[in-house]
């Protein structure tokens, strides 16, 4: 399954029915497990994001349909961010080139005067 951190900014509406999104929050739980989604996490936070979340998908396309459906509802704004964990970046870094091997950074022309 791929992993995402979810960071989400609530709208005008979404601040006007704030007093509702924990149940909002538990409707769309429930929903995004019956699709297959596992949401480990759900978070309100303080700071320039109003709700962070950890979400397990089935799938980057289911992922990008259920954002879709989450803006959707106007609600809030939502960033998603693919997130690997140690094991997977492990395999990442075993399939780049090592640093010696890779090409050298481009030289920057002097300016002329």
Excluded: C, H
Aim: proline fraction near 5%; charge should be positive.
């Amino acid at each position: 399954m791929a992993k995402y951190v979810v960071l989400y900014k609530f709208t005008a509406e979404g601040a006007r029915n704030i007093r509702d999104t924990i149940k909002r929050t538990g409707r769309i739980r429930q929903d995004n497990a019956r699709a297959g989604f596992k949401v480990i996490e759900v978070l309100w936070t303080q700071g320039a994001y109003d709700m962070v979340a950890l979400v397990d998908a089935p799938s980057e396309e289911a992922m990008m349909g259920a954002m879709l459906n989450v803006v959707s509802a106007g609600n809030v704004t939502s960033t998603p961010l693919r997130a690997f964990d140690a094991m997977e970046m492990g395999r990442i870094l075993a399939n780049t080139l090592p640093l010696s091997q890779a090409p050298p950074p481009a030289k920057k022309r002097a300016a002329k005067k």
